[in-house]
């Protein structure tokens, strides 16, 4: 009975968009909306990482402060860029790629910082 609930559920939503005019704007309006919300959430849970962490990221020697700043700058311009780079084959074999060495210097960084 559920299963049949949550189905006439989805079909209610999708009747709009698929016959009524201008639907198909209203929900990328919508997903739009909801990716900015997203966003917003990831930048404020990563700002309260930061003023979390202040002490021990201003702690740090030089290099690996910068090299973890520009690791996090790297992700940020993944996510900037994911459009692009998503659209081909190559271009979504550099995101992942850049993804995974940003990811990978963060934690190098981080346990570096947390080892004594």
């Known amino acids: 009975m559920r299963a049949l609930r949550n189905i ?6 999708a009747v709009p968009v698929a016959f009524l005019p201008g639907g198909g704007a209203a929900a990328r309006a919508v997903l739009a909306a909801l990716g900015i919300g997203f966003l917003a959430s990831v930048g404020f849970a990563g700002w309260q990482a930061y003023r979390a962490n202040r002490l021990t990221i201003s702690t740090l020697p030089d290099v690996p402060r910068a090299m973890f700043f520009g690791a996090v700058g790297l992700l940020v311009l993944m996510v900037v860029a994911a459009d692009e780079l998503l659209a081909t084959g ?24 947390h080892r004594y």
Do not use: D, F, H, Q
Request: no cysteine; glycine share 10%; aromatic share 6%.
């Open 90 to 113: 190559g271009g979504t074999l550099v995101w992942i790629g850049l993804i995974a060495l940003s990811a990978v210097v963060i934690l190098r960084v981080w346990t570096e910082a």
């Open 8 to 13: 006439a559920i989805i079909a209610l939503i």
